[in-house]
């Protein structure tokens, strides 16, 4: 049985933002303690006066409830279930976040829950309120239809921002990514801040809001760039995964119509992407996620690795699965493979591991420090030490 209070405690910022943004209220603002505010989506309002402390693990709401709540009581809320739905609220948050923590584990409880729970969460996706909006593309009127001359520097062309519809929203000084779902609707905008306060507030990267609206949409329902490259995807049953917009743009400039890249908004993939890809008839997965740490800190390392074998576990349906590393240390921290120009990131596609095995993480588990440093330890081949030792 799922234990609610271990899954509450586990919860980390990120995987608070995961469900709200499953929730549909957006990406967080941050108040000067650093503490996350969201938009009231507890009484349906649109203010951003819903705080999330971390320490408590408890929401506050500063507006219509004026009270505070769990995780599990905001679910209940938005999704306006009766009392009695509290074991598939439960249910909900764990499968959201990937915390499938239970009293009793074991393996065979294990398989059988996380079985359930991704077919609860296919039928919970037929639900209105986890659909993409389709908004109407009248709004992209609103911007410049020019493209910042910040991402030409980083070697995006005109050409390939037109094909992507990126264009600046003057009035808030961003950087406009539209999004699309593989047909082509708009399903969300993002905005990427060029306002140093903006930055420096944490909102570098933000939902767009015109004329009271905001262009939110939840990021997990969806693949960034599929509307471009899905041709190619199904043309060479491979898929290159990103985390961000801009690696897909890239990878466009350099390859056009053989572009194979989608981004996630994300580092874990949602059933819901899954099944895209299945449709498409992807057969081989890169993950090519940016690097999250500095070389010689073996600290971020494994937190890292423990990030990279999640994603890999959900994705372990597919057979052949490969993680594109930078183990000749050619990339610098935060960079997406991409980012150190094409013959790098050909290398390291070149070079990258294929994964066997994909399904020996259990994501119900909370691994100790021991069992991540054993599961992460195939992951880092780190050739320039070994080469060094050689030589000694
Ligand atoms: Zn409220």
Same mark, same amino acid.
């Given at each position: 049985?799922?234990?609610?209070?271990?899954?509450?405690? @586990?919860?980390?910022?990120?995987?608070?933002?995961?469900?709200?943004?499953?929730?549909?209220?957006?990406?967080?603002?941050?108040?000067?303690?650093?503490?996350?505010?969201?938009?009231?989506?507890?009484? *349906?309002?649109?203010?951003?006066?819903?705080?999330?402390?971390?320490?408590?693990?408890?929401?506050?709401?500063?507006?219509?409830?004026?009270? @505070?709540?769990?995780?599990?009581?905001?679910?209940?809320?938005?999704?306006?279930?009766?009392?009695?739905?509290?074991?598939?609220?439960?249910?909900?948050?764990?499968?959201?976040?990937?915390?499938?923590?239970?009293?009793?584990?074991?393996?065979?409880?294990?398989?059988?829950?996380?079985?359930?729970?991704?077919?609860?969460?296919?039928?919970?996706?037929?639900?209105?309120?986890?659909?993409?909006?389709?908004?109407?593309?009248?709004?992209?009127?609103?911007?410049?239809?020019?493209?910042?001359?910040?991402?030409?520097?980083?070697?995006?062309?005109?050409?390939?921002?037109?094909?992507?519809? /990126?264009?600046?929203?003057?009035?808030?000084?961003?950087?406009?990514?539209?999004?699309?779902?593989?047909?082509?609707?708009?399903? *969300? /905008?993002?905005?990427?801040?060029?306002?140093?306060?903006?930055?420096?507030?944490?909102?570098?990267?933000?939902?767009?809001?015109?004329?009271?609206?905001?262009? @939110?949409?939840?990021?997990?329902?969806?693949?960034?760039?599929?509307?471009?490259?899905?041709?190619?995807?199904?043309?060479?049953?491979?898929?290159?995964?990103?985390?961000?917009?801009?690696?897909?743009?890239?990878?466009?400039?350099?390859?056009?119509?053989?572009?194979?890249?989608?981004?996630?908004? *994300?580092?874990?993939?949602?059933?819901?992407?899954?099944?895209?890809?299945?449709?498409?008839?992807?057969?081989?997965?890169?993950?090519?996620?940016?690097?999250?740490?500095?070389?010689?800190?073996?600290?971020?390392?494994?937190?890292?690795?423990?990030?990279?074998?999640?994603?890999?576990?959900?994705?372990?349906?597919?057979?052949?699965?490969?993680?594109?590393?930078?183990?000749?240390?050619?990339?610098?921290?935060?960079?997406?493979?991409?980012?150190?120009?094409?013959?790098?990131?050909?290398?390291?596609?070149?070079? @990258?591991?294929? /994964?066997?095995?994909?399904?020996?993480?259990?994501?119900?588990?909370?691994?100790?420090?021991?069992?991540?440093?054993?599961?992460?330890?195939?992951?880092?081949?780190?050739?320039?030490?070994?080469?060094?030792?050689?030589?000694?």
């Amino acid at each position: 049985m799922l234990d609610k209070e271990k899954i509450r405690e @586990s919860l980390t910022e990120e995987d608070i933002t995961k469900i709200l943004l499953d929730l549909g209220a957006g990406d967080p603002q941050r108040d000067r303690e650093g503490n996350m505010v969201y938009r009231t989506i507890c009484h *349906g309002g649109n203010k951003h006066k819903l705080y999330y402390y971390d320490d408590s693990k408890m929401f506050h709401c500063y507006s219509g409830c004026q009270t @505070s709540f769990d995780i599990y009581a905001l679910v209940l809320k938005v999704k306006k279930w009766e009392n009695n739905k509290f074991p598939e609220v439960i249910k909900y948050v764990a499968n959201v976040s990937g915390k499938w923590l239970t009293k009793d584990y074991n393996k065979e409880t294990e398989t059988r829950c996380r079985l359930d729970l991704w077919k609860n969460f296919g039928e919970e996706n037929t639900k209105q309120d986890l659909k993409l909006t389709n908004y109407s593309k009248n709004v992209l009127n609103v911007f410049i239809n020019k493209p910042h001359e910040l991402w030409i520097n980083e070697g995006i062309s005109e050409e390939t921002m037109k094909t992507f519809d /990126i264009s600046y929203y003057s009035k808030e000084d961003r950087i406009i990514i539209p999004h699309f779902d593989i047909d082509g609707n708009l399903v *969300g /905008i993002r905005g990427r801040a060029l306002l140093e306060e903006d930055v420096q507030a944490g909102k570098k990267y933000m939902p767009v809001r015109v004329n009271k609206i905001e262009y @939110s949409h939840s990021t997990r329902l969806n693949w960034y760039g599929l509307n471009i490259t899905k041709e190619a995807i199904k043309r060479r049953k491979t898929v290159k995964i990103f985390e961000s917009e801009k690696s897909v743009m890239k990878l466009y400039e350099w390859y056009g119509n053989d572009c194979d890249a989608v981004a996630s908004g *994300g580092s874990s993939i949602s059933p819901t992407q899954l099944k895209i890809l299945e449709d498409l008839g992807v057969e081989k997965i890169y993950l090519c996620y940016d690097k999250e740490y500095t070389d010689d800190d073996n600290e971020q390392k494994q937190r890292y690795g423990m990030k990279l074998i999640k994603a890999v576990h959900s994705v372990c349906q597919f057979k052949k699965v490969y993680l594109v590393l930078d183990n000749d240390e050619l990339l610098q921290c935060k960079d997406s493979p991409c980012d150190r120009g094409k013959e790098v990131f050909e290398y390291l596609v070149r070079e @990258s591991e294929k /994964i066997e095995n994909n399904c020996k993480v259990t994501p119900l588990k909370i691994y100790s420090e021991e069992e991540a440093k054993e599961l992460t330890k195939g992951i880092f081949k780190n050739r320039r030490n070994k080469q060094g030792k050689r030589n000694d």
